[in-house]
T-cell receptor, first 114, second 111 residues
């Protein structure tokens, strides 16, 4: 158990809908990362937050947005969902967003868009 | 961040050492080498990292060449549970920077 909690574990929704994925980082970790992993694809970095502020951005679609709240949990919002958004979404946390701190990953949310 | 090159797949017999190579010939002096692994659809797991000295922990050893252009992750006694995709990542150890995963090496440990 990495200490990073992601909910829900599974989510099935229809095209055009909007969903919110939630991540609770390890206790004491200030930085949160979001990743997308499509079937047979690599891990694609989406976005990173540190203590509530966005710090790094990957190829995140405009239909996707994220935020980190004062209690340090983070949410990833996916809207106008398309079939191609079906994927595993991972959240990771680290003590800091910089330096050599290793990242700890949650078990992911499997999103299926039908 | 420097790019890395890893073989797409490797096999290893259970109980033997698994040596996973990584080439990072464009690495710069302030970049660390990290290794993570992902066991079938689970969240990636941190294994080890290093700058220039060899490192060892309870999971593995990391051997970095003197010129730092390549490294090898060693699993001393591979078990079936070590079957996973192993990612070698080079990352600057300052500033807010992304942890970028490549394709990795798919290690199959067989009986």
């Amino acid at each position: 158990d990495s200490g990073v909690t992601q909910t829900p574990k599974h989510l099935i929704t229809a095209t055009g809908q909007r969903v919110t994925l939630r991540c609770s980082p390890r206790s004491g970790d200030l930085s949160v990362y979001w990743y997308q992993q499509s079937l047979d694809q690599g891990l694609q970095f989406l976005i990173q937050y540190y203590n509530g502020e966005e710090r790094a951005k990957g190829n995140i679609l405009e239909r996707f947005s994220a935020q980190q709240f004062p209690d340090l949990h983070s949410e990833l919002n996916l809207s106008s969902l398309e079939l191609g958004d079906s994927a595993l979404y991972f959240c990771a946390s680290s003590v800091t967003g910089q330096g050599v701190a290793e990242a700890f990953f949650g078990q992911g949310t499997r999103l299926t868009v039908v | 961040d420097a790019k890395t090159t890893q073989p797409p797949s490797m096999d290893c017999a259970e109980g033997r050492a698994a040596n996973l190579p990584c080439n990072h010939s464009t690495i710069s002096g302030n970049e660390y080498v990290y290794w993570y692994r992902q066991i079938h659809s689970q969240g990636p797991q941190y294994i080890i990292h290093g700058l220039k000295n060899n490192e060892t922990n309870e999971m593995a050893s990391l051997i970095i060449t003197e010129d730092r252009k390549s490294s090898t992750l060693i699993l001393p006694h591979a078990t079936l549970r070590d079957t996973a995709v192993y990612y070698c990542i080079v990352r600057v150890a300052r500033g807010y920077n992304k942890l970028i995963f490549g394709a990795g090496t798919r290690l199959a440990v067989h009986p």
